[in-house]
C-alpha cells in the first residue's frame, strides 16, 4: 500500500481533472447534434436564417470545445503519471479502447472540426454538412471508447490474470466492448450529455426571449432544443433503469451507498427525499435518517426487476448474510490474501524452477483471483464507499432528471401551443436551469465513481495499490497548477461565451 | 490474419506503428514551430499575426489528436513502458502536458473579446507551446538513448531513483541537443508551412530568411547529437533478455540494418532538400518534402532504438530492469486485436489528406482574414 496522503492527493489530482472535463465534455456530445440538425435544415430550406442560427450555435460549441480537449489530454496522461501501477495492472486492456478512441474518433473530430468552421466557402455544402454530421459522431465515439474502458473498471471482464507478467490479460475483445455495464453506462452518459447541451440551448433562448431580444431565433432553437431535450430525458429513464439494474448486480456495496440503506430487505423502497443522519455508521443502531419519504418496492424493483426482491444493504455486504448467500467481506479478504501469497510462491517456484509448486501456487491463485484486490484491505469497512456523498449525489441527479424532463415538456408545449413571452417564470426557470444540467450531470459521476471506491478496478485492485510510487508532494503541486489553470480557463471560457451570448446571432445588430 | 503471427512479429509491428506515429508527431509539429515564429515573420503587423495564427489554428489539433494517438498506442501496445516513463518521469511529463494545454484554448480565446487573460497572454501560451513543449519533447525522447534512473520489480511495478523525477534529463547535454535540434527543425517545418499555405509575399519572404537562420543552427545540435549518439554505449540484449552495453550500438544498428539508415539518410535529404529548393527556386510545396523527410528521420531513429536486440527505455539505475519491445508490450491476444484496428490507419490518413486538399486549395490571403464574417482566430 501507498502513504494514505499520496493516494488522497492523487485521487483529488484525478477527480479535479475529471470535473474539469466532465464541465464541458457534455455540451459538445448533445450541442453537436443540435448543430448538425440546425444545418440540416439550413441546406433543406436554403435559408440564411438557419445559417446564421447555425453559425450561432457553433460559435459556442467551439468556445467549450477547446477545454475539453485540453482536459481530456490530462486525463489520458494521468492514468500513466499518477496510476502507474494501476497503467501496468490493466494496460493490456484498458489501453486498447484508448488508442482506439485516438483512430478512431478523434481524428475525425478534429479532422472535420477544420472543415465545419472554415470550409464554409471553401467545401460544398453537402460537405461542410456531413462534416458538422462527423464532428458530432466523431465525439460521441470518443465517448463511447473511453467509458468501454470506464466500464470495464467497474466491472472487469474479457480477460485472465497472467501470474508471470502480474496483469490482467485480455482475452474476449468483445466481452470488453459489449460489457452490459459499458454499454448501459455509454447510453446513459451520453444522453446526459445531450440533456446538459438540449437545456443549454433552451436556456439561452430563454434570456433571449426575456429580453425580447432575436425572438424567432430563440423560439426556434428553443423547438429544437426542447425537443432534442425530451427525446433524451425519456430515453435517460429508460437506459437509468438499466443502469441501477447493472449497478445492483455487478456493484451492490454502491447500490446500497447510493440509497443509504444499511440493513437489507425486501420489498425495498427507494428513498425519494431523505436527510442521512450523520451519527449513523456500520457498527452503531442509530436511525439512517434524519428525515426520509419512501417509494414503496421502487428499490427492489429498480435493482432486480422484482418489486419483492432482496436489496442487500451494507452491513449484509460487509459482514456477510447466509440467508442470501452472502460472502462476508473478511473472508473474501482471507481468500484475497492467499491469492497474494499465493503469487508469490508462484514466483519464488518460478525462480526454483519446481515444476510441481508452480502448478500447486498456479491452482490456488486461480481458486482466489477473484478476489485478488481484497487481500490488500485492512479490514471489512474498507469495502463501503462515502455513503453521504454516494447518496446525495444520486439523488440530485434523479431530482433534477426528473424535473428537465417536465421542463422540456412544458417548454415545447408553450413554444408551440402559446405565447411562450408571456410565461416569464417558464423562460426564467429554462435559465436557471442551465447550471442545474451540470450539476446533474456531474452528481452522476460522482454516483459513478465515488460509488465504487476503494476500488480502482472492481475487486481486483484498490486505489491504494494503483497509485505511482512518488512523493505526495509532487502530486500536491500539479494539483494545484491544474486546480490554477483550469480554474483561470473556465472563467475565461464563462466570460467569452457571455460576450457570444450578448452580441447574438446577428453580430449585435 | 494476425494471429498466425509470433509475439515477437507482432511486437515488431507495433513498434514500426509506433515509430511511424513518432515521425507524424514530428512532422505536424510543423505548428508548434510556426506558434514560435508569430513576432519574426509578423514584425508587429497585427494582420500578418492574424494570418499566421489562422492558418496553424487550422492544423493545430491534428497534432494535438496524433499526441493523444501516441500515448493510446503506447498504453496498448507497451503498457510498461507507459507506467514507467510517465509514472516515473513525472515532471517532464507534466510539464509537457501543461505546455498542451495552453496550446488548446490559445488559438480559439485570443482575439475574444472579453478573453479574461488577454490577447498577449494567449500568445505567450502559444510561444511556451512551441519552444518549452517541443524542448521538452525532444529531451523526453533523447532518453530513449540515454535511459533513466528506474527500476521495476518483480509485479513489474516500477520505481523511479532521482528526486527529480524527469527533470534530471534536463542535465545531459546530449538530451538537450536533440531537444533544441527539434526545436529548430519544427521552426524550419513552421515557416515551410507558412510558405505553402499563405499567399503573401512578405510572409514568405521572412518566412525564407527565418529558415536560413533556423537551418544552420538545426544542423549544429543535429550533428552534435548524431556525434554523441554515434559514439556512445548503447543497451542491447542477448536471447535470454540479459542487457548488457555495447559500443558504438546505434551507430551498429543502423549499419546492421540499412533500410532503416537508407531512411534517415534519406529523410535528411529530403529536409535539405526541402530548404535548398525553397530557399534557391522559390518553390511554395516544400512541406511535403520536407515534412515526409521529417517522418522517415524520425520514424528511422526510433526504429534504431526499437530494434535489432536494443533495449528501447534503458535504465541507468539498474540495467536489467531496461525495457525492450520484447519484456514490456501487450499480450499476443491485444496486440493482436489492435493490429485489425490499425488497418483503420490508411482510412484516416486518406480523408485526412482529402480534407487537407480541400481545405488548402485555396492559399490563406489578406482578403479573407479581413472578411467580417470570417470565423477567424
Not at chain 1, 360 to 381: S, V
Not at chain 2, 333 to 362: C, E, G, N, R
Amino acid at each position: 500500500m501507498m502513504e494514505e496522503h499520496l493516494v488522497d492527493w492523487s485521487r483529488a489530482q484525478f477527480a479535479l481533472t475529471a470535473i474539469y472535463h466532465w464541465l464541458f465534455v457534455p455540451l459538445t456530445l448533445g450541442l453537436g447534434f443540435i448543430i448538425a440538425i440546425m444545418e440540416t435544415i439550413y441546406v433543406k430550406t436554403n435559408s440564411d436564417f438557419w445559417k446564421k442560427t447555425t453559425k450561432f450555435w457553433m460559435t459556442l460549441f467551439a468556445i467549450n470545445f477547446a477545454i475539453g480537449v485540453a482536459t481530456g489530454i490530462i486525463m489520458e496522461f494521468e492514468f500513466g503519471t499518477n496510476w502507474a501501477n494501476y497503467s501496468w495492472f490493466v494496460g493490456d486492456i484498458f489501453g486498447a479502447p484508448l488508442a482506439v478512441e485516438g483512430i478512431l474518433a478523434f481524428f475525425m473530430e478534429s479532422t472535420f472540426f477544420a472543415v465545419m468552421f472554415f470550409g464554409w466557402d471553401k467545401v460544398s455544402k453537402g460537405f461542410h454538412l456531413l462534416s458538422t454530421w462527423l464532428v458530432a459522431i466523431g465525439s460521441n465515439l470518443s465517448a463511447l471508447w473511453i467509458l468501454v474502458a470506464n466500464g470495464w473498471m467497474q466491472y472487469p471482464v474479457g480477460m485472465t490474470f497472467n501470474p508471470d507478467t502480474v496483469r490482467n490479460e485480455m482475452n474476449n475483445f468483445w466481452e470488453v466492448l459489449f460489457s452490459p455495464v459499458a454499454i448501459s453506462k455509454f447510453l446513459h452518459t451520453i444522453s446526459s450529455g445531450y440533456i446538459v447541451a438540449s437545456l443549454f440551448v433552451v436556456g439561452i433562448s430563454a434570456w433571449y426571449l426575456l429580453k425580447r431580444r432575436e425572438i424567432e431565433f430563440a423560439k426556434k432553437s428553443m423547438i429544437i432544443g426542447a425537443t432534442f431535450g425530451l427525446i433524451s430525458s425519456i430515453f435517460i429513464i429508460i437506459n437509468g433503469d438499466e443502469s441501477a439494474h447493472q449497478v445492483a448486480l455487478k456493484q451492490p456495496v454502491k447500490l446500497a451507498a447510493m440509497e443509504g440503506l444499511y440493513e437489507g430487505k425486501k420489498d425495498a423502497g427507494i428513498v425519494a427525499l431523505g436527510i442521512l443522519n450523520p451519527k449513523k455508521t456500520l457498527t452503531n443502531d442509530e436511525d439512517t435518517f434524519l428525515f426520509e419519504l419512501e417509494a414503496p418496492y421502487a428499490l427492489s424493483l429498480l435493482g432486480y426487476h422484482d418489486i419483492h426482491a432482496f436489496v442487500p444493504g451494507l452491513k449484509d455486504l460487509v459482514y456477510g448474510n447466509e440467508k442470501y448467500n452472502i460472502i462476508p467481506t473478511s473472508q473474501k479478504m482471507a481468500q484475497g490474501k492467499i491469492a497474494i501469497q499465493a503469487l508469490k510462491d508462484y514466483k519464488e517456484a518460478k525462480r526454483n524452477n519446481d515444476l510441481i509448486a508452480i502448478t500447486k501456487h498456479e491452482k490456488i491463485l486461480r481458486e482466489n483471483i477473484k478476489y485478488f484486490g481484497y487481500g490488500h484491505l485492512n479490514k471489512p469497512e474498507d469495502i463501503v464507499p462515502p455513503v453521504g456523498i454516494t447518496f446525495y449525489a444520486f439523488h440530485i441527479m434523479v431530482a433534477l432528471g426528473s424535473w428537465f424532463l417536465a421542463l422540456f415538456a412544458l417548454l415545447l408545449f408553450f413554444v408551440l401551443k402559446k405565447d411562450i413571452l408571456k410565461y416569464k417564470w417558464l423562460l426564467i426557470s429554462a435559465v436557471a436551469s442551465i447550471p442545474l444540467g451540470y450539476i446533474a450531470s456531474e452528481a452522476g459521476w460522482i454516483v459513478a465513481e465515488v460509488g465504487r471506491q476503494p476500488w480502482a478496478i472492481q475487486d481486483l485492485m484498490p486505489v491504494g495499490i494503483a497509485a505511482t510510487d512518488i512523493s505526495s508532494t509532487n502530486v500536491k503541486i500539479t494539483f494545484y497548477m491544474f486546480a490554477f489553470l483550469f480554474t483561470a480557463l473556465l472563467i475565461a471560457e464563462i466570460k467569452i461565451m457571455l460576450r457570444q451570448i450578448s452580441i447574438g446571432p446577428n453580430g449585435g445588430h | 490474419m494476425f494471429e498466425e503471427l509470433t509475439l515477437l512479429q507482432l511486437q515488431q509491428y507495433w513498434w514500426i506503428i509506433i515509430s511511424l506515429l513518432g515521425g507524424i508527431f514530428g512532422f505536424i509539429m510543423f505548428v508548434q514551430g510556426g506558434q514560435t515564429l508569430f513576432g519574426t515573420i509578423s514584425k508587429g503587423d497585427e494582420t500578418l499575426k492574424t494570418m499566421l495564427v489562422n492558418s496553424l489554428g487550422r492544423k493545430w489539433e491534428l497534432g494535438f489528436t496524433t499526441l493523444v494517438l501516441f500515448g493510446g498506442a503506447l498504453f496498448a501496445a507497451f503498457p510498461l513502458f507507459y507506467s514507467t516513463s510517465f509514472g516515473g518521469a513525472y515532471w517532464v511529463w507534466m510539464s509537457i502536458l501543461f505546455c498542451f494545454i495552453i496550446q488548446a484554448v490559445s488559438y480559439e480565446y485570443r482575439k475574444k473579446t472579453q478573453n479574461f487573460l488577454g490577447q498577449k497572454v494567449y500568445e505567450s501560451f502559444l510561444y511556451i507551446n512551441g519552444s518549452l513543449g517541443v524542448i521538452l519533447l525532444g529531451v523526453a525522447i533523447a532518453t530513449f538513448f540515454s535511459g533513466s534512473a528506474f527500476s521495476v520489480d518483480e509485479n513489474n511495478f516500477s520505481h523511479w531513483h532521482t528526486s527529480l523525477r524527469g527533470l534530471e534529463a534536463l542535465a545531459s547535454p546530449f538530451n538537450l541537443s536533440l531537444g533544441f535540434a527539434l526545436f529548430f527543425l519544427v521552426r524550419i517545418s513552421g515557416a515551410l508551412y507558412f510558405i505553402n499555405n499563405i499567399d503573401h509575399v512578405i510572409i514568405r519572404q521572412r518566412a525564407i530568411k527565418s529558415i536560413k537562420i533556423n537551418m544552420p543552427i538545426f544542423l549544429f545540435f543535429f550533428s552534435v547529437f548524431l556525434f554523441l549518439l554515434f559514439t556512445k554505449d548503447g543497451f542491447a540484449y542477448d536471447t535470454e533478455g540479459f542487457v548488457y552495453l555495447v559500443e558504438y550500438k546505434y551507430l551498429h544498428n543502423f549499419l546492421e540494418m540499412p533500410i532503416v539508415f537508407a531512411l534517415f539518410i534519406l529523410g535528411i535529404i529530403m529536409v535539405v532538400v526541402a530548404v535548398v529548393v525553397t530557399i534557391h527556386f522559390n518553390m511554395t510545396c516544400c512541406i511535403k518534402t520536407g515534412g515526409l523527410g521529417i517522418v522517415l528521420t524520425v520514424m528511422a531513429l526510433f526504429l534504431n532504438v526499437g530494434f535489432n536486440n536494443t533495449a528501447y527505455y534503458p535504465s541507468v539505475y539498474d540495467l536489467q530492469s531496461s525495457l525492450t519491445i520484447q519484456n514490456s508490450s501487450g499480450s499476443h491476444y491485444t496486440l493482436t486485436t489492435m493490429s485489425y484496428v490499425s488497418f483503420m490507419v490508411p482510412f484516416v490518413i486518406a480523408y485526412i489528406t482529402y480534407v487537407w486538399y480541400q481545405m488548402d486549395k485555396v492559399k490563406i490571403t489578406k482578403e479573407e482574414i479581413e472578411d467580417p464574417h470570417a470565423h477567424n482566430y
